[in-house]
Each structure stands twice: as C-alpha cells, then as structure tokens.
C-alpha cells in the first residue's frame, strides 16, 4: 500500500494466445532513487492463478523509478511441453521463446499506486498502467 512517502506496485499477466491468465511467471521487483542511482532488487514473487502478483515488496522512500523483471521463458516451456503432450503430431521443431524475459521500468511519485498488467503471447507484449 502507498504513503503518503512512497509508491505502491501491483502486476497481473494475461496471456493473450489463450485469454487466460499466466500462472506461475517468477516476477522481480527493482527500484532506484534517480535516474544516477543504483537498482536495489527487493524481491519477487509468481504469478497465482489468476495471474495476479499479491505479495510484491514494498518500495522503499525516495524511490522514482521501479522495474518488474518478468521471467516468462518458462510459462512458455511449459505451455509447450503440455501442448506437445496433449497433441503429439503437432510437437514444434524445439524453437527457443522468442522474448525469454519482459522488463518494464517506469516512473512513480510518493503517494500513487501504479498496476501494471502485461499482455503476453509468445512473440510480442504490450503494458499499461492500470487500475
């Protein structure tokens, strides 16, 4: 939860192939005080059920830019590896995961809480600042 001093994050993924959500994407939180500063990882969390990150680490005072560092390479190794099981004639030539890692970095004030969900699919993602 934001004060009065300090910003508040929260994140969901919806994987946009399926229109389900994506359940078990390892996120990690980051932030600075400056654009000068040093990043200051402040832990992680997965993505639940539905999606939703809801135990993300507080930031810290005086904190200005934030970053969401989403490992998805595996959600998509393993959205694979049970499609190939389920239908074996359709197995794919083993490609690698075109985005292996989504990293967002934004801007925040004291004060504000900023969701921001990613939209994902295996070769693009878009995000926004939600509510």
């Known amino acids: 939860m934001s004060t009065s001093s300090t910003a508040s994050v929260s994140t969901h993924i919806l994987d946009t192939s399926v229109g389900r959500p994506a359940e078990g994407v390892a996120v990690h939180l980051s932030a600075r005080g400056g654009r000068g500063a040093d990043w200051q990882a402040l832990g992680g969390s997965a993505t639940d059920a ?5 135990d993300l680490p507080a930031l810290p005072e005086g904190t200005t830019h934030v970053r969401l560092d989403f490992a998805v390479e595996s959600y998509f190794e ?3 590896a049970d499609a190939q099981q389920d239908a074996p004639a359709n197995r ?6 075109f ?29 926004y600042r939600g509510s």
């Not at 539905?50 to 809801?54: A, N, S, Y």
């Not at 004291?110 to 969701?115: I, N, V």
Request: proline share 9%; glycine share 10%; hydrophobic share 40%.
């Open 78 to 80: 393993k959205k694979q």
């Open 99 to 127: 985005f292996p890692e989504v990293a967002i970095t934004f801007a925040v004030v004291p004060g504000e809480h900023y969701h921001v969900p990613l939209l994902l699919n295996p070769f693009g993602y878009s995000v």
């Open 92 to 97: 794919d030539s083993g490609a690698a995961v």
């Open 50 to 54: 539905d999606g939703r990150c809801k």
